[in-house]
């Protein structure tokens, strides 16, 4: 039984333990992290509205629909062995055990991240972490993936390579943590492990019909939605960031601080660059910038200062915007470019980290003691980051791509659409239902399908219509002329 009692005056609360053992919180600190907790997932259906606006209208609700499916799935995953697999305080190096399955003992003991909270407190926090990962890495699948098996795929992937890195990144028994590695709110266990993996995803997928064709040279269908999700993202990350000081203190104003500069100048770089081709000021350009500034100051958001953020955005919002190119020097289809903002941007991030954290910013809260990066001298600092990064982007793909093949071999686990349902659209043929009032198609099922390019009602992706009828509507119109 839990035994709480709250102090005189302060109205701090005191946990005490079945030994007798008291332990002191501060109800500031608990209700940052309550708040931190509710910030970081309004990020996820915001990564769904963001995703879901840069496709085309046929394809629109899967990718909401996925954010939210996958929070629900990997949630369950975290209650019944993520969050001991991960946070387990008799963890190996690499994995924790499962002393805490299904939440048994998590209560009011200090929590592993921080004797300031509680570990239920902490345990609901980092779900969060835990949920956007996959729903990152899941992104991959647009426009060709089948979503049953896309679920299954969120609770295995977390359970062998989201919950392993964590581990080894935040747990104090981690091999990476012990080495020394600074990563303060995920740029390894989050962005570099989830576009490593939609990197393995677009590889096993495939390229959409028309890769490489000016068939796929569309526009995103609402710019609005793009906007929508990045203000989510970017407002949420002040949880993420700022959140991961776990309590309300100087070493989270600062996050937040260098979280909100990053961002903004991350967004001007990756517009400036754009600006280059067409000679427009691209919203979803900004956009991106913004959220590969987010993506980059995210490893180092709890030790660096002002200035340091300045750099973070120019660099995250330059390497990113460039690594976009990749997938046609390449030849994968990563249709979100999300290898480009998330393993990019977390490499970048956690180089960075290497050069300009500063042991005097981590030292906001009072607590923490590093020895900081280069520009405290710390040269070694770059190599434990080096090797932080490398690890996690092998061990994600390698992971990853075993994975898919393993259920590609499984009867109904195979995770590529067929290219009827690629045609008529993942909303149609996997969910049956629409983001609009549209329909995409004006054939039945069963007809050879022709695409013709072509904006219907003001749209900005090709019309659905085959070249029949194309060419019937073309000659009534010139003989009504």
């Given at each position: ?5 709250y102090?005189?005056?302060?109205g701090?609360f ?8 008291e332990?002191l ?6 209700a940052?992290?309550?708040?931190a ?9 915001g990564?769904g509205?963001?995703y879901?606006g840069?496709?085309?209208r046929?394809?629109?609700?899967s990718m909401?629909?996925?954010s939210m ?7 369950f ?7 001991s ?5 008799g ?20 929590s592993i991240?921080?004797s ?9 926090y980092?779900?969060m972490?835990?949920a956007?990962?996959?729903?990152i890495?899941?992104g ?8 049953g098996?896309m679920l ?9 390579v989201?919950n392993p890195?964590?581990?080894?990144t935040?747990?104090?028994?981690g091999?990476s943590?012990?080495m ?7 740029g390894?266990?989050v ?5 490593t ?9 495939g390229k959409?019909?028309?890769f490489g ?7 995103p269908?609402n710019t ?7 203000v989510?993202l ?17 070493r ?7 979280t909100?500069?990053a ?6 770089t ?15 350009g ?24 300045v750099?973070?955005g ?5 390497a ?8 046609f ?9 999300i ?5 990019v ?6 180089i960075?980290?290497a050069?300009?954290?500063q ?6 809260d009072g607590i923490?003691?590093?020895?900081g ?13 080096l090797?932080d ?7 994600s793909?390698?992971?990853t ?5 393993i259920m590609?071999?499984?009867?109904g686990?195979?995770?590529?659409a067929d290219?009827r ?8 043929s996997m ?9 995409g ?12 390019l072509g ?5 900005r992706e090709?019309d659905?219509?085959d070249k029949?009828h194309?060419a019937t509507t073309s000659?009534s ?5």
């Amino acid at each position: 039984m839990v035994n709480v009692t709250y102090t005189e005056g302060s109205g701090d609360f005191v946990a005490t333990a079945p030994d007798g053992t008291e332990t002191l919180y501060n109800l500031g600190d608990m209700a940052w992290v309550i708040a931190a907790t509710a910030l970081v997932f309004i990020m996820i259906p915001g990564l769904g509205f963001f995703y879901s606006g840069l496709l085309r209208r046929k394809n629109a609700l899967s990718m909401i629909g996925m954010s939210m499916a996958v929070l629900a799935v990997v949630s369950f995953e975290w209650f019944f062995w993520g969050y001991s697999l991960a946070f387990s305080d008799g963890a190996s190096p690499f994995i924790g055990d499962l002393k805490y399955f299904a939440l048994k003992g998590v209560a009011e003991a200090p929590s592993i991240g921080s004797s300031r909270i509680p570990a239920l407190l902490f345990c609901i926090y980092q779900c969060m972490f835990a949920a956007i990962t996959p729903v990152i890495a899941c992104g991959a699948i647009a426009e060709r993936g089948r979503f049953g098996p896309m679920l299954v795929f969120a609770f295995l992937w977390s359970t062998i390579v989201y919950n392993p890195i964590a581990c080894w990144t935040w747990n104090a028994a981690g091999w990476s943590f012990v080495m020394g590695g600074l990563d303060f709110a995920g740029g390894t266990p989050v962005h570099i492990s989830s576009g490593t993996a939609a990197l393995a995803i677009s590889i096993y997928l495939g390229k959409r019909k028309g890769f490489g064709t000016e068939r796929l040279a569309y526009k995103p269908h609402n710019t609005t939605y793009v906007v929508l999700g990045t203000v989510l993202l970017w407002f949420g990350w002040f949880g993420f960031n700022g959140g991961s000081a776990l309590s309300a203190n100087l070493r989270a104003v600062m996050a937040c601080v260098v979280t909100n500069l990053a961002a903004s100048v991350g967004g001007l770089t990756w517009m400036l660059w754009d600006y280059r081709y067409e000679k427009k000021w691209s919203v979803v350009g900004f956009c991106s910038g913004a959220i590969s500034g987010l993506v980059a100051i995210t490893p180092a958001s709890g030790f660096v200062g002002a200035p340091a953020a300045v750099a973070f955005g120019v660099v995250g919002g330059t390497a990113c915007n460039w690594a976009t190119q990749l997938k046609f020097i390449l030849k994968f289809d990563d249709t979100l470019d999300i290898f480009a903002a998330h393993t990019v941007g977390g490499v970048v991030g956690n180089i960075l980290t290497a050069l300009f954290a500063q042991s005097s910013v981590a030292g906001f809260d009072g607590i923490a003691a590093i020895p900081g990066g280069w520009i405290d001298h710390n040269y070694i600092q770059l190599g434990y980051q080096l090797a932080d990064s490398t690890a996690g982007f092998s061990y994600s793909f390698v992971v990853t791509t075993i994975l898919l093949w393993i259920m590609h071999f499984i009867p109904g686990l195979r995770l590529r659409a067929d290219e009827r349902d690629e045609i008529i659209g993942m909303d149609e043929s996997m969910l049956g239902e629409y983001a609009y009032d549209y329909v995409g198609l004006d054939q039945e099922i069963g007809h050879a399908l022709e695409i013709e390019l072509g904006g219907p009602g003001g749209g900005r992706e090709p019309d659905h219509k085959d070249k029949a009828h194309h060419a019937t509507t073309s000659s009534s119109q010139e003989g009504e002329k």
